[in-house]
């Protein structure tokens, strides 16, 4: 979709954060994640999740301890993946966690007051109980994606906005975005794009995330 064919939205009052980093060291080839952080930062990302699928839980608190770090730096808030435990003791601003992982209401409890991530891979997902507590949802895969091949339903355009007529919820995109296919996600109601691949394999992560917001058409708040 052309620019020109796009109008601009508002960014989601809950969730002002269009553009959303999601790293894992394992994902970085031509910089060190930490690199990948910093300049994706100085690029305009607005988010970040650190998400360390091998790592020890050692090693997992020490690598985010490093990275907010640096989103302190920038004011961005950090999310951790799967982990309570290491969200909790780094003081991240939240959490994503999906259908295998400790529950939104089980987090909510034990830490209340943080932004809670969920991620949809299936239509009845959308009546449970979880999303209550949920601060945003994944739409998990918009489209399948080498990084992640353990997903359900490759929701596609179609479902973006089928699951933005079902509800108010902010929407994160994630699953093979990239400069070309961000536009028209962003138009079928998407409240955020998150990548991986785009930014953690860039030469150049600021200038690509600065090709990637040019894509999302919005209106300061
Ligand atoms: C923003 C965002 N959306 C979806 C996911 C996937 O979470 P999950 O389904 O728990 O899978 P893993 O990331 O744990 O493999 C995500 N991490 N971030
Ligand atoms: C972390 C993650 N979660 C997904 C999901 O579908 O829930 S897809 C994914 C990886 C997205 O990587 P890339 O931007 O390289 O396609
Ligand atoms: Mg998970």
Known sequence: MSLENSYKKSLHPAFPYPLYLVVSEEF????????????ALQGGVSMVQLREKQATSASFLAKAFRVKEITDAYSVPLIINDNLTVAMQVDAAG????????????IAYCWPNKLIGYSIEYWQQ??????????????????????????????GIPGIQAIRKATDLPLVAIGNMQVDNCADVWQAGADSIAVVSALCKAKDPSYQAQLLLNQLSYEAL
């Open 95 to 106: 959490i994503h966690v999906g259908n295998r992982d400790i529950s939104p209401q089980e």
């Open 126 to 155: 959308l009546q449970s109980p979880a999303i209550a507590y949920a601060s945003y949802l994944g739409v998990s895969p918009v489209f399948s994606t080498a990084t992640k091949v353990d997903t359900v339903t490759e929701w």
């Open 28 to 39: 970085c080839t031509q910089l060190s994640y930490l690199q990948v952080v910093e300049q």
